[in-house]
């Protein structure tokens, strides 16, 4: 399970993200960084009926709101989240560091909440669009990864607009340097999604030819269940010491989900590793 939410591929560059995927997958490591091999365990009929309803409820909401904050704003995806981006030192290779101290780790959370939207959402249209069988997704240019007019609209922002152009600039360059920047980027992004939720709400990407080709070509990944189980208390995050973790995965999303309290819970969610 390492490296479980890093992104398949960037919203707007191969290094813009890596700040993130670095926030992230830096502090999941210790969780999910346990042998499957060594500690897997079967889950039983009735929990992996559970755990496959548990996702279809999951991918049923998701296909209605196209919005992931419900999960990553609830305990303990938002604990876990908040844990992970709360050292402003792990953002300086996107958001500079003076920057996420005066804007405050609220609006650090919502920054990278609206960055996971976007992706996802994007993650989606290409889903729709290009056979994943056949298409190398990460060599996509970033006006392939959404609709010509939200393309459009993010080209107006001159960061975003600078990113797209710039390969192989400095990390310096990648940066988010100042306040005004700073929400500039945020509300471009934010806008970005609100564009492409109306935009399947009109073209639902499940209903195109291509994305139930997708479904069908990865229908054996899409099947897969995975169980780990955590250790030590550095290992568990936080969670209770034996707390088992479940992966299972969506057509584009991967979800990591605990027991707490009886009842199955959303850890994580982020896109596939490719």
């Known amino acids: 399970m390492e490296r ?42 009735m929990e992996e009926q559970e755990v496959r309803e548990f996702a279809r409820r999951v991918a049923a909401n998701l296909e209605k709101t196209r919005d992931l904050s419900r999960y990553l704003n609830k305990p303990p995806a938002k604990d876990f989240f908040n844990k992970a981006i709360a050292d402003p030192d792990d953002s300086d290779e996107m958001v500079d560091k003076n920057v996420a101290r005066k804007v405050g780790s609220h609006e650090l959370q919502r920054f990278y909440i609206v960055l996971w939207n976007i992706a996802y959402l994007s993650d989606s249209y290409v889903f729709s669009r290009f056979l994943v069988e056949k298409t190398a997704v990460r060599d996509l240019l970033p006006q392939q990864r959404y609709p010509d007019h939200v393309v459009r609209f993010l080209g107006r922002n001159p960061t975003v607009k600078t990113w797209w152009k710039t390969d192989e600039s400095s990390d310096s360059e990648k940066q988010i340097r100042t306040v005004v920047q700073f929400y500039s980027v945020l509300n471009t992004y934010q806008e970005a999604t609100v564009l492409m939720r109306a935009y399947f709400k009109r073209r639902p990407p499940e209903r195109t030819a291509i994305y139930k080709q997708n479904v069908t070509y990865l229908r054996p990944f899409l099947n897969e269940i995975s169980v780990d189980t955590c250790k030590s208390e550095q290992n568990c995050a936080g969670l209770p010491l034996g707390t088992r973790t479940i992966r299972t995965n969506l057509p584009v999303l991967q979800l990591s989900l605990v027991r707490l309290n009886g009842r199955l819970q959303v850890l994580l969610i982020g896109l596939h590793n490719d």
């Open 4 to 45: 479980l939410i890093e992104l398949s591929y960037k919203v707007h560059s191969m290094r813009l993200l890596a700040a993130l995927l670095l926030i992230l997958s830096t502090s999941v490591a210790g969780f999910t960084n346990v042998s499957v091999q060594e500690n897997s365990q079967e889950l039983s009929v």
